[in-house]
């Protein structure tokens, strides 16, 4: 059978790869696809970039199911229309998709129940806001109220910086999405994200990651999409899994429920570990994390597409993932000039070949006459399994070492939380 995977991103190759595994796909189409897709002879790149056209390909080539890599067509409501063609699509509905696209929508429902979060106020007008900055101080968390591409957050050590932020976004610096800020309290630890499958009812936990999102090693510079990624993250221990199920995850699909948006598709919670090791949510996102999908899909033994069966027909409870208990690590190259306006163009030399340990998911890659060039911001994840992740970090950084192109940006200290982490990993 044909399966489609919507998105062009290092998360859509990883997913297109775990799939194209599966013993019942014949292909995987990959709409609009990236330089990696269109290489893999498993996969089949197919322009698309609306809401319309995917629907068009998913009948067209008969496509057994869907699943949506990104945010924004989720927030578009391709699932919805989906539903309405009678096709098979596993994601949130465009009205349940505001978990990540409305901050405030999001701040409401784990107010309204009880999950917990910073603490946090909505504004829309710059005085009030100033005022509650002030009488809070810093530092202090400025976040667009809509979908940012990333840039919707700012971590403000200084009053100055929070104020500057509150003004630069009602101000319009990132167009609607800034119309409305949430300014919320800042919360100190260590992050982890939380990804499940959602069939409406019934949750099945991914296995655990962490990402690094800041540009620089040591985790400075400015924030990124992410600049590597590993699972599992050791944070996350048997204990603290129980807990973000139950005081996180567990109310949040019951909740969205009871209020009429039965939740469906991937749900991500970026999770806050305070230092007595209470979890606390900084966001949702209705998608899966990039980079930390490719270490999860280097990890995942089950078959994908059943996975994604048992999740459209709402019994997820009937089935379980098997995991490599390996470790899987991830490392982003990214373009010169990345996170700002990424330069496109640049040659891309020593790929090298994939074996059953390291594998390069591309991000923003195109192939020009046979040559694979740079065309985005992250341009490859060099993902690799070790025993332990010391070795799945040498491994990977031996590959990426090989890789070269101008302007490369890498960080050299991918994993540098977990290596540090007082239990075996
Ligand atoms: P978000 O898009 O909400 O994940 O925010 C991007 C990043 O900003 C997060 O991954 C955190 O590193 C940081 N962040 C968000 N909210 C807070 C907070 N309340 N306190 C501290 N850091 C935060
Ligand atoms: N890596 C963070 C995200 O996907 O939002």
């Not at 790149?45 to 990104?70: C, F, K, M, S, Y």
């Given at each position: 059978?044909?399966?489609?995977?919507?998105?062009?991103?290092?998360?859509?190759?990883?997913?297109?790869?775990?799939?194209?595994?599966?013993?019942?796909?014949?292909?995987?189409?990959?709409?609009?696809?990236?330089?990696?897709?269109?290489?893999?002879?498993?996969?089949?790149?197919?322009?698309?970039?609306?809401?319309?056209d995917w629907v068009r390909i998913a009948q067209q080539e008969a496509v057994h199911l869907t699943v949506v890599g990104p945010e924004a067509p989720l927030a578009a409501g391709v699932v919805d229309a989906f539903r309405a063609?009678?096709?098979?699509?596993?994601?949130?509905?465009?009205?349940?998709?505001?978990?990540?696209?409305?901050?405030?929508?999001?701040?409401?429902?784990?107010?309204?129940?009880?999950?917990?979060?910073?603490?946090?106020?909505?504004?829309?007008?710059?005085?009030?806001?100033?005022?509650?900055?002030?009488?809070?101080?810093?530092?202090?968390?400025?976040?667009?109220?809509?979908?940012?591409?990333?840039?919707?957050?700012?971590?403000?050590?200084?009053?100055?910086?929070?104020?500057?932020?509150?003004?630069?976004?009602?101000?319009?610096?990132?167009?609607?999405?800034?119309?409305?800020?949430?300014?919320?309290?800042?919360?100190?630890?260590?992050?982890?994200?939380?990804?499940?499958?959602?069939?409406?009812?019934?949750?099945?936990?991914?296995?655990?990651?962490?990402?690094?999102?800041?540009?620089?090693?040591?985790?400075?510079?400015?924030?990124?999409?992410?600049?590597?990624?590993?699972?599992?993250?050791?944070?996350?221990?048997?204990?603290?899994?129980?807990?973000?199920?139950?005081?996180?995850?567990?109310?949040?699909?019951?909740?969205?429920?009871?209020?009429?948006?039965p939740y469906t598709g991937f749900l991500y919670a970026g999770v806050m570990i305070d230092a007595q090791g209470n979890p606390s949510t900084l966001e949702f996102n209705c998608r899966m994390g990039d980079p930390e999908t490719?270490?999860?899909?280097?990890?995942?033994?089950?078959?994908?597409?059943?996975?994604?069966?048992?999740?459209?027909?709402?019994?997820?409870?009937?089935?379980e993932a098997e995991w490599d208990r390996r470790t899987a690590l991830g490392v982003v190259l990214a373009a010169a000039n990345y996170p700002g306006t990424p330069r496109s163009g640049d040659v891309i030399d020593g790929l090298?070949?994939?074996?059953?340990?390291?594998?390069?998911?591309?991000?923003?890659?195109?192939?020009?006459?046979?040559?694979?060039?740079?065309?985005?911001?992250?341009?490859?994840?060099?993902?690799?399994?070790?025993?332990?992740?010391?070795?799945?970090?040498?491994?990977?950084?031996?590959?990426?070492?090989?890789?070269?192109?101008?302007?490369?940006?890498?960080?050299?200290?991918?994993?540098?939380?977990?290596?540090?982490?007082?239990?075996?990993?």
């Amino acid at each position: 059978m044909k399966v489609l995977v919507i998105g062009s991103g290092g998360r859509e190759h990883a997913l297109a790869w775990r799939l194209a595994q599966s013993p019942r796909v014949s292909r995987v189409l990959v709409s609009p696809g990236n330089g990696g897709t269109a290489n893999d002879p498993d996969m089949l790149n197919v322009p698309g970039e609306t809401v319309a056209d995917w629907v068009r390909i998913a009948q067209q080539e008969a496509v057994h199911l869907t699943v949506v890599g990104p945010e924004a067509p989720l927030a578009a409501g391709v699932v919805d229309a989906f539903r309405a063609a009678g096709l098979r699509v596993f994601g949130p509905t465009q009205a349940a998709a505001r978990l990540e696209g409305s901050k405030d929508f999001a701040k409401q429902f784990m107010l309204r129940h009880g999950i917990p979060t910073a603490r946090s106020s909505t504004f829309e007008h710059a005085a009030p806001a100033h005022a509650y900055i002030d009488a809070e101080g810093a530092p202090i968390v400025i976040k667009a109220d809509g979908l940012a591409a990333g840039k919707g957050v700012v971590v403000a050590m200084t009053l100055e910086e929070a104020h500057r932020a509150v003004d630069d976004m009602l101000g319009g610096s990132l167009g609607g999405a800034g119309s409305r800020v949430v300014i919320e309290q800042f919360l100190a630890g260590e992050e982890a994200s939380f990804i499940v499958m959602v069939d409406g009812q019934h949750v099945l936990a991914l296995a655990s990651s962490q990402d690094h999102k800041r540009l620089l090693d040591g985790d400075q510079g400015p924030n990124t999409g992410g600049m590597g990624a590993y699972s599992p993250a050791p944070v996350v221990t048997p204990a603290l899994h129980g807990r973000i199920m139950r005081e996180i995850i567990q109310p949040t699909v019951q909740g969205m429920a009871r209020e009429g948006l039965p939740y469906t598709g991937f749900l991500y919670a970026g999770v806050m570990i305070d230092a007595q090791g209470n979890p606390s949510t900084l966001e949702f996102n209705c998608r899966m994390g990039d980079p930390e999908t490719q270490p999860i899909m280097m990890r995942l033994k089950s078959d994908l597409t059943v996975l994604l069966d048992h999740a459209i027909d709402g019994t997820l409870d009937q089935v379980e993932a098997e995991w490599d208990r390996r470790t899987a690590l991830g490392v982003v190259l990214a373009a010169a000039n990345y996170p700002g306006t990424p330069r496109s163009g640049d040659v891309i030399d020593g790929l090298g070949v994939d074996t059953e340990t390291t594998r390069v998911f591309h991000a923003g890659t195109r192939l020009v006459d046979g040559a694979v060039q740079t065309a985005g911001g992250r341009v490859l994840c060099v993902t690799a399994l070790g025993d332990m992740l010391k070795q799945a970090r040498g491994r990977a950084y031996e590959r990426a070492e090989g890789i070269r192109f101008a302007g490369r940006q890498m960080r050299t200290d991918i994993g540098w939380r977990a290596l540090a982490a007082p239990v075996r990993h």
